[in-house]
């Protein structure tokens, strides 16, 4: 499928599993894989027709769907010695959709490898579509993200609630973000915020936006200088997102 294709194919599977669920999910549509850990009808729905839409097109692929591992951790296993695989998040920010938030998105990014070559961020409800190939840019509704230079004082964000109000390096505490990387990663690569420190790094979570971060000149990259491999989770690890390469820098040591 050309990159287009995708995006369309996102869209069109929005349309149908997820938007007309927003704001109106039933009480017995929502369920929760762990404790506070929500799932509903779209991700599941949505996920199944993204999938058989990839496979259609790459049917030699692996696709590492969330849903998907969530009923077969092995599934994940298999990625390390996969030459071309998928990750599809079919609504990242799943308590941000069932509390009615915009902030949330469907993603999807193509594997070569451990290499990310092309990722897809689709946020329905703000109607704005993120797109990266490696080499080529990363890319806001079609218009492409410049590089952009921090200055000294860095606004950063955190996923996880428990580092909120920490300093690093004596900058401004760290805030709660979108927590959605379908929305967190394209407000470092813009201005929201200017790094971001993540815990957890599931594939379908942080590939797509690693490529787009990297093709608009910013870092993904754990505190050693590691940059991130989506077929390998170093939890604890911290994962350090900047926007330029001189802020990761300067922070990933006092990580």
């Known amino acids: 499928m050309d990159t287009q294709a995708v995006l369309t194919m996102l869209q069109e599977a929005a349309d149908e599993f997820i938007n007309p669920r ?61 030459d071309h695989w ?72 955190t996923s996880r609630p428990t580092r909120v109000g920490e300093s690093l390096d004596g900058l401004p505490p760290l805030k709660l973000s979108w927590v959605c990387c379908a929305v967190d990663y394209p407000q470092i690569a813009s201005g929201g915020a200017d790094y971001i420190l993540y815990v957890t790094t599931k594939p379908w979570d942080h590939a797509p936006g690693a490529l787009f971060i990297r093709e608009s000149g910013g870092v993904s990259a754990y505190a050693d200088g590691t940059d991130y491999d989506p077929r390998f989770e170093r939890t604890p690890t911290p994962l350090l997102v900047a926007a330029d390469p001189q802020l990761h820098e300067r922070l990933r040591s006092h990580l």
């Open 86 to 157: 998928f990750t599809v998040d079919p609504v990242d920010g799943t308590k941000n959709f069932v509390h009615g938030s915009p902030d949330h998105g469907v993603m999807v990014a193509e594997m070569r490898g451990g290499d990310v070559v092309r990722s897809w961020m689709w946020q329905p409800q703000h109607g704005v579509a993120y797109v990266a190939e490696k080499g080529a840019g990363a890319f806001r509704n079609g218009e492409r993200i410049a590089p952009r230079t921090v200055g000294e004082v860095a606004q950063g964000v």
């Open 22 to 82: 927003f704001e109106s999910l039933a009480r017995h549509e929502v369920m929760e894989k762990n404790p506070g850990d929500l799932v509903t009808v779209a991700d599941r729905e949505a996920e199944v027709a993204i999938t058989a839409r990839l496979l259609d097109a790459c049917p030699d692929a692996l696709i590492v769907g969330e849903e998907a591992v969530a009923a077969d951790p092995s599934i994940l296993d298999r990625t390390e010695h996969a």
